[in-house]
């Protein structure tokens, strides 16, 4: 759990995505650093308030559970489809190509 301390969670830009990814998933979460006294200050919008920090993280935790679900359906009906996911497929990537892939993207 936060301490108190004298400075504020500050955030470079203040939107669900921000929240869900940055912050937390959990509004439960978000009101316990509330409660705790955690003041919060996004610097791209400082007129952020309570109220709004909590609404995105309210929103932010509606939107992971409907990604949760979507996905969970999806391997549900791929699995029906018999569809075989992950796993070794029997093709293998020389060190030759691999190199060549890489160069092709730019990774050393």
């Known amino acids: 759990m936060a301490t108190r301390s004298e400075k504020p969670l500050r955030f470079s830009q203040i939107d669900a995505e921000t929240v869900t990814k940055g912050l937390a998933r959990n509004v439960h979460f978000v009101s316990s650093l509330m409660e705790s006294g955690v003041e919060f200050v996004a610097v791209d919008f400082p007129q952020a308030n309570r109220l ?3 609404i995105l993280a309210a929103v932010a935790e509606h939107e992971a559970k409907a990604i949760s679900e979507r996905t969970k359906a999806a391997l549900a009906a791929a699995k029906a489809r ?3 996911l992950g796993g070794f497929r029997g093709h293998v990537i020389d060190d030759g190509a691999r190199r060549a892939s890489l160069a092709e ?3 050393p």
């Open 52 to 54: 709004t920090i909590h």
């Open 82 to 84: 018999n569809v075989k």
């Open 105 to 107: 993207i730019h990774v």
